[in-house]
């Protein structure tokens, strides 16, 4: 199994299966602005998140943050 070591990884999210995709990028955004990270940054993890479908947007996600 790989593991996916996040950019932040003191920003933690905790998400469900029922959380919609705008619920996701809301509660990353959130996470990633308490934990610091610049509104570049930001901006680049929305365009990452929205570059595929939902499983991209999940796995961009963790590719920012810790993923509960």
């Not at 996040?6 to 809301?26: C, D, R, S, W």
């Not at 959130?30 to 930001?42: C, H, N, P, Q, S």
Request: with cysteine; hydrophobic share 40%.
């Amino acid at each position: 199994m790989n593991t996916i070591t996040p950019k932040y990884p003191q920003a933690v999210v905790h998400l469900t299966l029922t959380e919609n995709a705008f619920e996701i990028m809301g509660a990353v955004s959130k996470a990633l602005k308490r934990a610091g990270a610049t509104k570049e940054e930001i901006s680049q993890y929305t365009m990452d998140s929205m570059s595929g479908d939902y499983d991209n947007l999940c796995n961009a996600a963790r590719r920012w943050v810790t993923v509960l």
